[in-house]
């Protein structure tokens, strides 16, 4: 797993690395739109999840996303699917992330922290 922050970016290139290790085409990641930092590289979220809990994180901040390399600069790029993602409480009843204002704020923090 790796954390990345605005110190500590990751390119598309690491990313196509790293999905060849684990999935092939796809990289899993959890992004904390509070603090605009993310995990990456597990092979469940709730790994990458339970790394930002211990570290400070706060779970109604925590959204899974799904990152395809191969598509980096097209809408397929990031793809918002994770079990992790799934709270009735918060009004997210599906593992996508159903908030148009929280899928912005995940496509922001994408964009600072993913060197194309």
């Known amino acids: 797993m790796k954390v990345v922050d605005i110190n500590n970016k990751i390119s598309v290139e690491e990313l196509k690395l790293m999905a060849a290790k684990m999935f092939g ?10 603090k605009g930092i993310m995990v990456v590289d ?19 901040n925590l959204w899974g996303i799904n990152f395809h390399p191969d598509q980096a600069g097209t ?4 793809v918002f699917d994770s079990m ?3 709270r009735p409480g918060q009004g997210n009843r599906s593992r996508g992330v159903d908030n148009p204002e929280i899928q912005k704020k995940i496509k ?5 922290l993913v060197t194309l």
């Open 42 to 60: 597990a092979g469940m979220h709730a790994d990458e999840e339970y790394e930002l809990l211990e570290n400070g994180s706060e779970q109604e």
């Open 25 to 34: 085409d796809m990289v899993k990641a959890v992004v904390d739109i509070e």
């Open 84 to 86: 992790i993602n799934l």
């Open 108 to 112: 922001a923090i994408v964009a600072k």
């Open 75 to 78: 809408d397929r790029f990031v």
